[in-house]
């Protein structure tokens, strides 16, 4: 089988994969993965993330950002390192994760506001695409985020799990949608299993944001209940069937996808 599958969302600085990160990314590249985006949530997962990047050159890349989660550990500082943390990496390929997530507010919604809009500035200023989160929050989010998407590169909206209007607002402005396994819940993801059929193909990304969101219909799931980038190939056959398209055809499309978002 080719390779041909790209994961634009995977968390590997996440403690689940202390113990076993070498074997994970062995088991991605046994499952016929091209590569993986490594997620930045917080200034320490950023860091962690472009070495794990540097120390898979060519298949592993990275973001960095302020998940809003923790906005609340924002300050003009974070903005510079964040800064040179991103001019010193060759493999951050994007600002964020950065976005608003009103559902829990773990951070304040001023201060999630504050640090969305210091990581646009900072996406505008070094040229970067943007890797966003929006939960519960879209009209702010779009209020937020419109004024600058005409100054940076692209931008990509992870882990889409919204409504028509909300997609249709991200197609509009010709942003990039990630889709999960959230797909692969027959209750959850009963809109979402509609939605997908709506996303042009040029806007289609494939993400496993492991190691949550293990694919509920998935065989054989691991005890652990945890994700991993060995599971996207079930998560592109799923997408491939809901779109009457071939699994082979949406994992090379949504690969050369992410690597146009990207720049790879």
């Known amino acids: 089988m080719e390779t041909f599958m790209f994961d634009i969302g995977v968390n590997l600085t996440s403690s689940q994969f202390a113990k076993d990160r070498a074997e994970v990314v062995a088991r991605a590249k046994q499952a016929k993965l091209s590569g993986m985006l490594l997620t930045g949530s917080n200034l320490r997962e950023s860091r962690e993330a472009s070495l794990l990047a540097q120390a898979y050159p060519h298949f592993c890349w990275s973001t960095a950002g302020v998940h809003p989660h923790d906005a609340s550990s924002w300050t003009t500082k974070t903005t510079e390192e964040l800064r040179a943390l991103i001019h010193s990496c060759p493999e951050i390929v994007a ?3 950065c976005g608003l997530d009103f559902n829990r507010n773990f951070s ?3 201060a999630q ?6 990581q646009l500035e900072l996406a ?22 419109k004024p600058y998407l005409s100054q940076v590169p692209n931008a990509v909206v992870h882990c889409f ?4 209007a909300a997609l249709e607002s991200y197609l509009n402005e010709d942003l990039y949608i990630g889709i999960t396994g959230w797909i692969c819940d027959e209750r959850r993801g009963t ?3 509609k939605l997908v059929t709506l996303i042009t193909d040029p806007r289609l990304l494939l993400e496993t944001d492991a190691p949550y ?7 054989n799931k691991p005890k652990s209940r945890r994700n991993e980038p060995c599971y996207l190939p ?12 071939a699994p082979e055809y949406v994992g090379q499309l949504a690969t050369e996808n992410a690597k146009r978002l990207f720049a790879f």
């Open 95 to 97: 600002v964020g994760e």
């Open 108 to 110: 304040t919604p001023k």
């Open 113 to 118: 506001e504050e640090a969305f809009i210091a």
């Open 234 to 245: 079930h998560i592109v056959a799923e997408v491939a069937h809901l779109r009457a398209q």
């Open 124 to 145: 505008v200023e070094l040229q970067r695409p943007l890797f966003l989160h929006c939960r519960d929050a879209h009209a702010r989010f779009m209020t937020l985020l």
């Open 161 to 164: 799990t919204d409504d028509q």
């Open 213 to 219: 969101l293990l694919p509920r219909n998935l065989a």
């Open 191 to 193: 809109e979402l299993r």
